[in-house]
């Protein structure tokens, strides 16, 4: 893969993180304008660059004194596989700790299969599930940082 950076997200990555928000979720009709509202909104965001400076993951959340939520995660198709995901978890759970944050706490789809597997392995633990406004089954994780 190449020397892939981890960095906090810049003004001119931000189109990039859009595009390939829209093209990771569009089938749950999210899209490259909706997210560019999103990431305004001073958002926590990393963007996993490759050696071209090219954007082919991001990681993006919220962090408080009461813990850290991570909202999206997404790597390029041709990119998975190869711990990058794990890295931008990694990234983004060491700022909640510097920032001194106890938990970690995200939602996901059932039918994001990879996510899921994603998060048991960085030690996320399923604490509830509910059905989404367009009645997909959410499933609510969280774990300590601690």
Not at 27 to 34: H, L
Not at 102 to 107: E, G, K, P
Request: aromatic share 8%; net charge positive.
């Amino acid at each position: 893969m190449g020397k892939v950076q981890i960095v906090s997200m810049r003004p001119e990555h931000m189109r990039q993180v859009a595009a390939l928000h829209g093209e990771i979720f569009q089938n749950i009709g999210e899209t490259p304008r909706k997210f560019l509202s999103f990431l305004k909104a001073k958002r926590l965001v990393f963007c996993a660059t490759d050696p071209s400076g090219k954007v082919i993951g991001y990681v993006a959340g919220v962090v408080s004194l009461s813990g850290i939520y991570l909202n999206w995660i997404a790597v390029k198709k041709n990119s998975r596989n190869k711990g990058l995901g794990l890295r931008l978890m990694n990234t983004f759970e060491n700022e909640g700790r510097k920032a001194g944050a106890a938990f970690a706490t995200l939602d996901t789809r059932n039918e994001f299969k990879d996510a899921i597997k994603l998060y048991l392995d960085c030690g996320y633990r399923i604490f509830g599930c509910q059905l989404s406004p367009d009645e997909k089954l959410m499933i609510r994780m969280n774990r300590k940082l601690n």
